[in-house]
């Protein structure tokens, strides 16, 4: 059984920065591609980021590229979400994803989706 607990979500003023944490359990993740995703009030989840667990090959929306990073450390196995000059627009609830797949998905059709995370970018 596959769970994904995330953690580090907060408030935070814009132009600030947020670590997020991802925990991965429940099998070996090196055919898995990894994403995180965020869904704002009102709005569609929406992709943010993704990476190959094996290889590290990153793929990021437009509106966070150069902002966000994403990371995995296999020894923990733990994904990152490092984001930084954070804006109000970047504010909701921040998913992380696990997908059976060599190849990098921006879709939301992952097959293991942990419970989420809050993120408010407010002065």
């Known amino acids: 059984q596959v769970q994904l607990v995330e953690s580090g979500g907060g408030l935070v003023q814009p132009g600030g920065s947020l670590r997020l944490s991802c925990a991965a359990s429940?099998?070996?993740?090196?055919?898995?591609?990894m994403g995180w995703f965020r869904q704002a009030p009102g709005k569609e989840r929406e992709f943010v980021a993704a990476?190959?667990?094996?290889?590290?090959?990153?793929y990021y929306a437009d509106s966070v590229k150069g902002r966000f990073t994403i990371s995995r450390d296999n020894a923990q196995n733990t994904v990152y979400l490092q984001m930084n000059s954070l804006k109000p627009e970047d504010t909701g609830v921040y998913y992380c994803?696990?997908?059976?797949?060599?190849?990098?998905?921006?879709?939301?059709?992952?097959?293991?989706w942990g419970q989420g995370t809050q993120v408010t970018v407010s002065s």
């Open positions: 429940g099998r070996t993740f090196d055919s898995y591609t």
């Open positions: 994803a696990a997908k059976y797949t060599f190849v990098v998905v921006t879709t939301r059709a992952y097959d293991y």
């Open positions: 990476i190959r667990w094996s290889g590290g090959s990153t």
